[in-house]
């Protein structure tokens, strides 16, 4: 089956830890597989701790976020002043509160950089974990250390028996920018250490872009499989159009459709604030629907078993007017029930508001049973 993960977590502008609980917990409530806590305001020990131990979910985290932040707010540093080992002991110190994934930007170097800025790109560098690492390797002049220093990092995370998700810090930001040298370089990179993580014992997935038109999804999917051995596939979207906010949940769900139904194994949602603010309860439990309905379009297709079965049978509940079989088989129970509610539906005929008595399953059934009674 095709899993969704849920971003959630608070910025500077907007920090409450009662409100994130409740964002995760209406995420698991709505078919989140995993979590992931991008907290980057208050504080954040204290959020990650209470997610980790309110939530029956897969939590994931983004270390360095935290590691810059308390660089910036603790030790009065500035973000490029972080040393080597305060982004280590970043890492460990998630993962020794009990995630199970941590996002590393390992394939973001001065090389794929480089290719980056002679290609020339509209947005550069979307991801927040690529802009840090791009900005210190600037300043200190230096390798990116989760790449110099790989087996440092597998070396942790194969003590904690944690999975690496390798993020993808030159992912598009545009679909202009969608499937350009910088991304594909590192997709490479990408590639290399994943033989060397799984040499060492390490599990590990990919990340993926991103904004990317409807005709090149599949095409990226089949160059991250080919490329990365095979190793999950965990996309962001892919958003398929710049032009929706307010509505990327939609184009998310547009283009993780496509990309799960040609290989991609894991679907982080996108909320309708996606480019607009940190996302509501409401926007949270929004995007988890729209990617699960993603999710199991594509298992339709890949032949999930009990994917088709779950569609027969809402079928044939519409097809009896059966409605509390159809409520009980919605991806959004809640949802169905009270839109029915709300319509003022006349309860004799059966139907909903839009044909009444002239339903064209009534019309059917009606003619069914008067042909059987003749029989």
């Given at each position: 089956?095709?899993?969704?993960?849920?971003?959630?977590?608070?910025?500077?502008?907007?920090?409450?830890?009662?409100?994130?609980?409740?964002?995760?917990?209406?995420?698991?409530?709505?078919?989140?597989?995993?979590?992931?806590?991008?907290?980057?305001?208050?504080?954040?020990?204290?959020?990650?701790?209470?997610?980790?131990?309110?939530?029956?979910?897969?939590?994931?985290?983004?270390?360095?976020?935290?590691?810059?932040?308390?660089?910036?707010?603790?030790?009065?540093?500035?973000?490029?002043?972080?040393?080597?080992?305060?982004?280590?002991?970043?890492?460990?110190?998630?993962?020794?509160?009990?995630?199970?994934?941590?996002?590393?930007h390992c394939g973001v170097t001065r090389a794929t950089v480089e290719r980056m800025r002679n290609e020339g790109r509209v947005m550069e560098v979307?991801?927040?974990?690529?802009?840090?690492?791009?900005?210190?390797?600037?300043?200190?002049?230096?390798?990116n250390p989760l790449y110099q220093y790989y087996d440092r990092l597998l070396e942790i995370v194969r003590e904690y028996d944690a999975t690496l998700?390798?993020?993808?810090?030159?992912?598009?930001?545009?679909?202009?920018?969608?499937?350009?040298?910088?991304?594909?370089?590192?997709?490479?990179?990408?590639?290399?250490?994943?033989?060397?993580?799984?040499?060492?014992?390490?599990?590990?997935?990919?990340?993926?872009?991103?904004?990317?038109p409807l005709n090149q999804i599949e095409a990226n999917i089949q160059l991250q499989k080919r490329l990365c051995h095979g190793a999950p596939f965990?996309?962001?979207?892919?958003?398929?159009?710049?032009?929706?906010?307010?509505?990327?949940?939609?184009?998310?769900?547009?283009?993780?459709?496509?990309?799960?139904?040609?290989?991609?194994?894991?679907?982080?949602?996108?909320?309708?604030?996606?480019?607009?603010?940190?996302?509501?309860?409401?926007?949270?439990?929004?995007?988890?629907?729209?990617?699960?309905?993603?999710?199991?379009?594509?298992?339709?297709?890949?032949?999930?078993?009990?994917?088709?079965?779950?569609?027969?049978?809402?079928?044939?509940?519409?097809?009896?007017?059966?409605?509390?079989?159809?409520?009980?088989?919605?991806?959004?129970?809640?949802?169905?029930?009270?839109?029915?509610?709300?319509?003022?539906?006349?309860?004799?005929?059966?139907?909903?508001?839009?044909?009444?008595?002239?339903?064209?399953?009534?019309?059917?059934?009606?003619?069914?049973?008067?042909?059987?009674?003749?029989?």
């Amino acid at each position: 089956r095709t899993k969704v993960n849920a971003n959630i977590g608070t910025s500077k502008d907007d920090v409450s830890i009662d409100k994130e609980l409740e964002k995760a917990k209406v995420a698991v409530a709505a078919g989140a597989d995993a979590i992931m806590d991008l907290s980057t305001g208050g504080p954040i020990d204290e959020i990650r701790a209470a997610i980790i131990n309110q939530t029956q979910a897969c939590i994931g985290s983004v270390p360095l976020y935290q590691a810059a932040v308390d660089t910036v707010t603790r030790k009065n540093k500035a973000m490029v002043d972080m040393t080597v080992d305060e982004i280590f002991d970043g890492i460990v110190k998630h993962l020794d509160d009990g995630v199970d994934f941590i996002t590393v930007h390992c394939g973001v170097t001065r090389a794929t950089v480089e290719r980056m800025r002679n290609e020339g790109r509209v947005m550069e560098v979307v991801s927040r974990g690529g802009s840090f690492t791009c900005e210190w390797m600037a300043h200190n002049e230096a390798e990116n250390p989760l790449y110099q220093y790989y087996d440092r990092l597998l070396e942790i995370v194969r003590e904690y028996d944690a999975t690496l998700s390798l993020g993808d810090g030159f992912r598009p930001g545009c679909v202009a920018d969608a499937t350009d040298r910088a991304q594909i370089h590192e997709l490479i990179l990408l590639g290399e250490l994943t033989q060397r993580a799984w040499e060492a014992g390490v599990q590990v997935m990919i990340e993926g872009p991103g904004h990317v038109p409807l005709n090149q999804i599949e095409a990226n999917i089949q160059l991250q499989k080919r490329l990365c051995h095979g190793a999950p596939f965990y996309v962001l979207g892919p958003l398929v159009t710049d032009i929706a906010p307010g509505y990327d949940h939609i184009t998310c769900a547009i283009g993780g459709t496509v990309a799960a139904a040609a290989g991609a194994d894991f679907l982080c949602y996108v909320t309708p604030s996606e480019h607009l603010r940190l996302p509501t309860v409401e926007d949270v439990h929004e995007g988890v629907m729209a990617t699960r309905i993603a999710a199991h379009a594509a298992d339709l297709v890949k032949q999930v078993p009990g994917a088709w079965e779950w569609d027969l049978n809402m079928a044939q509940c519409r097809k009896k007017l059966d409605w509390e079989g159809q409520f009980r088989l919605a991806i959004d129970p809640d949802k169905a029930r009270r839109l029915r509610a709300e319509s003022g539906v006349d309860e004799e005929h059966g139907a909903c508001t839009m044909c009444g008595e002239f339903c064209a399953y009534k019309v059917m059934n009606e003619r069914a049973a008067k042909e059987a009674a003749g029989r």
